[in-house]
């Protein structure tokens, strides 16, 4: 394979697998699914995905657990992983690998992928691990830290478990996470001690409708008083143009 290299390029991947009963047995990938993003924008410059059939189908489920999960049926004309390795080498090769937990699985799922049809994995330039980055950053206040949990607590949606809709929620989770950061720092006094203390709200499962604990990052009646303190404090930097230009920048992550 051709060897290139974009080190100042971020492409966010991210893996769908069969779920193994026993310890020790294999990962089959049964779709591959990236987004190449720029760095200085966060602009999303390049997607794939394709689905991946095993070279054993049995190992894959004829129903899913999920309502749009990957199944047998799904996969079963689907290219190989040897067809589409080549593509996927291009993307990943040579650039900033970004993920949810991809140190612990994804990256070595990969490089598995790649052993197996006996030909060099992709290498990145560096890796950026959402997991273990909010996990320090960020802190606990959005529970257990899962994909699910942050895009509930951010009220960005449900999560599909299909690799392109996980990378796309993964960049907006950090997007999220970073403008909440930022404007913290920018403020600590004012914000982060406010926004960091958590309390128990009862609200209802989408899922299961059953009546479950979510930790908010406000307290139970603060929110309109906590809204008022912070536009009184943006309000006040209008005339400093080093907090105008912070603030500014904040909302274009949003976008």
């Not at 996969?75 to 900033?96: C, M, Q």
């Not at 949606?157 to 950061?181: F, I, P, Y």
């Not at 499962?205 to 479950?212: D, E, F, G, P």
């Not at 929110?223 to 230009?245: C, E, I, R």
């Amino acid at each position: 394979m051709e060897v290139q290299t974009f080190p100042t390029e971020i492409v966010f991947f991210d893996l769908e697998t069969t779920v193994p009963n026993k310890v020790g047995q294999y990962f089959h990938i049964l779709e591959f699914g990236a987004i190449i993003v720029c760095p200085r924008k966060l602009e999303e410059l390049e997607s794939f995905t394709t689905l991946i059939q095993p070279k054993d189908l049995s190992v894959v489920s004829i129903r899913s657990s999920r309502s749009d999960g990957i199944t047998r049926a799904k996969v079963t004309n689907a290219p190989s992983f040897e067809d589409v390795a080549e593509k996927i080498y291009g993307l990943l090769n040579g650039r900033i690998w970004a993920g949810h937990n991809i140190r612990r699985f994804d990256c070595i799922r990969i490089k598995e992928a790649f052993a197996e049809i006996g030909k060099a994995a992709p290498e990145p330039s560096g890796i950026i691990d959402s997991l273990g980055l909010l996990s320090d950053k960020f802190g606990k206040r959005a529970g257990n830290m899962k994909m699910a949990s942050l895009a509930a607590y951010f009220g960005l949606g449900v999560q599909k478990h299909r690799s392109l809709d996980d990378v796309r929620m993964n960049l907006e989770v950090l997007k999220h996470c970073a403008t909440v950061l930022f404007l913290e720092s920018t403020l600590p006094n004012q914000l982060e001690g406010k926004w960091q203390s958590s309390s128990k709200i009862m609200t209802r499962s989408r899922s299961n409708y059953q009546i479950a604990q979510r930790a908010m990052p406000y307290s139970k009646g603060s929110l309109g008083k906590m809204t008022q303190n912070v536009k009184n404090l943006l309000s006040k930097a209008q005339g400093n143009q080093t907090l105008q230009n912070l603030i500014n920048h904040s909302h274009s992550l949003l976008r």
